[in-house]
């Protein structure tokens, strides 16, 4: 049952194949004997996911439900769960429990009707591009469990891939759901800016982060996001806007479609193995009927540095409500207000987060804001203007998810500017506010040795805001001739 799509499932449900209640089990026993080798999940929720798949079934009985009716899934633990530990993958929050549910989690598991199979692992705070950073410890690659499975939404990553969850919730600040998508050989999507709510959902920065899907096909993601999508009025940021249908559009053509092709993302620097898969990629979706065209985005490779002060400051300013008192982890036995404050934090936080907020208290601090705050926002304006126009010339812009295939666990945490370096071709879309998507478009293998793995790249596909029914259209006519997205990683079968 874990290698049936959502579509698949649904159908399976309805015709009696075999109960919500018998399909939950299946994914319960699977997490049970295989989760110890990767270490996806924070928190299972076994005892919940099986009243939901009564209730699913109970539904289902009386002809009635939805697509996702009894369909197990899991969240990123960054959305809040009503009586459910709540922890963003740090020792802040260990013991919270979130008395409400966030705005995704209600409409997947009250109003959708999926079952919720548990809280997966993630980067502290979504802060990391390896999930080498949780206080729970690293999540594992199901292809190769010596390396990351990408970040922040590695343990969603890994769940799919390993067929613990039929498809997980993400968030993206910077490329938390398109490069662990790209690390696992799956399809993840970053919606636009404001179309799915951050009602519920723990911030780190505030005008970058945006909830998403990681599932194992571009159908499966229009499922999800089809309900996820939509205005929150508990959301201030939140576009009013109607929800296009993403999955009746799913098998439109792609005659006449402009794909751009970026000088920026195609340089000498690109790892030659993986421009090779990104290119024939390009080729098969200009057979399918698209051109192809060279772009400049002339600003984009200024989006690693902008981010990195804009998002710390951000970072900074969220994370001050953690500080023993109001939120969080409370250090014991201090002798005075301040103390506790430190003591707190400094034991609540890990390293990670730790330099994030120092970063970002400094480029906030009076005499630095205009020197490298009020810049990084100025850059970034202009990387949006480079997408603007670029959009007036073509449709979509492909290129390259991540520099390289999984790397080994340990080999980039002594070195964060090599570990921020992963976002290289993700950050610019949530600078700008953009929808984007990766799909996985091919293998390489991990090094030069004779018995180097072969490990999944993906192909990265960036659309002018609220396109996202375009974009998945694109990945799902990309999938239909190929057959990337079928594969399964050994063990894991």
């Not at 995704?104 to 109003?111: C, D, G, S, Y």
Request: proline letters at 5%; charged letters at 20%; glycine letters at 10%.
């Amino acid at each position: 049952m874990h290698r049936l799509t959502i579509k698949e499932l649904s159908a399976g449900l309805r015709a009696k194949k075999f109960s919500a209640r018998e399909l939950t089990q299946h994914f319960l026993d699977r997490i049970a004997r295989l989760d110890s080798r990767l270490n996806a999940y924070i928190t299972v929720t076994a005892e919940q996911a099986l009243a939901q798949a009564q209730a699913a079934d109970a539904q289902l009985a009386r002809g009635a439900g939805g697509p996702l009716t009894g369909v197990p899934i899991a969240q990123k633990d960054i959305f809040c769960t009503r009586g459910v530990r709540t922890s963003c993958g740090s020792k802040m929050l260990d013991s919270f429990i979130a008395p409400y549910d966030a705005t995704v989690v209600r409409n997947l598991h009250q109003t959708a009707g999926a079952t919720l199979l548990g809280k997966t692992n993630m980067d502290e705070f979504a802060m990391g591009s390896s999930n080498e950073t949780s206080f729970y410890g690293p999540v594992k690659n199901p292809w190769d469990p010596s390396r990351v499975p990408g970040g922040s939404s590695g343990g969603s990553a890994a769940a799919v891939a390993a067929g613990l969850a039929a498809a997980a919730t993400g968030t993206d600040t910077g490329g938390s759901i398109r490069q662990p998508a790209a690390l696992t050989n799956l399809t993840g999507v970053k919606p636009t800016y404001g179309r799915v709510s951050r009602y519920g959902m723990i911030a780190f920065a505030s005008s970058l982060d945006q909830a998403g899907v990681l599932a194992r096909s571009a159908a499966d993601a229009a499922c999800l996001l089809q309900t996820m999508a939509g205005f929150d009025p508990l959301d201030s940021t939140s576009v009013e806007r109607p929800v296009e249908d993403y999955v009746a559009q799913l098998g439109a053509p792609l005659d006449g479609l402009r794909i751009g092709l970026p000088k920026e993302y195609f340089s000498a620097d690109l790892e030659p193995r993986l421009a090779q898969c990104v290119r024939q990629a390009v080729d098969e979706l200009e057979r399918l009927g698209a051109r192809l065209r060279e772009i400049n985005l002339p600003n984009v490779g200024l989006s690693v540095p902008a981010y990195y002060v804009v998002a710390p400051a951000e970072a900074s300013s969220n994370l001050s409500r953690y500080d023993g008192v109001r939120f969080g982890h409370r250090a014991e036995g201090a002798a005075s207000l301040e103390a506790l404050y430190k003591r707190s934090r400094g034991e609540g936080f890990g390293a990670e987060v730790q330099r994030r907020i120092m970063v970002g208290t400094y480029v906030l601090s009076h005499g630095y804001y205009d020197a490298y705050y009020l810049k990084a926002q100025r850059v970034r304006r202009l990387i949006s203007e480079d997408f603007r126009q670029a959009f007036t010339e073509v449709d979509v812009i492909a290129g390259p998810t991540a520099p390289g295939p999984a790397f080994a666990l340990g080999a980039k945490t002594s070195d964060p500017v090599a570990m921020y370096l992963n976002d290289l071709y993700t950050i610019a879309a949530n600078l700008a506010g953009l929808p984007a998507l990766s799909v996985g478009c091919g293998f390489i293998a991990a090094d030069d040795t004779p018995a180097a793995p072969a490990l999944p790249v993906g192909l990265h596909l960036i659309g002018d805001h609220f396109s996202e029914a375009r974009l998945l259209n694109v990945a799902h006519r990309y999938q239909q001739v190929t057959d990337w997205h079928t594969r399964r990683p050994a063990g894991f079968e």
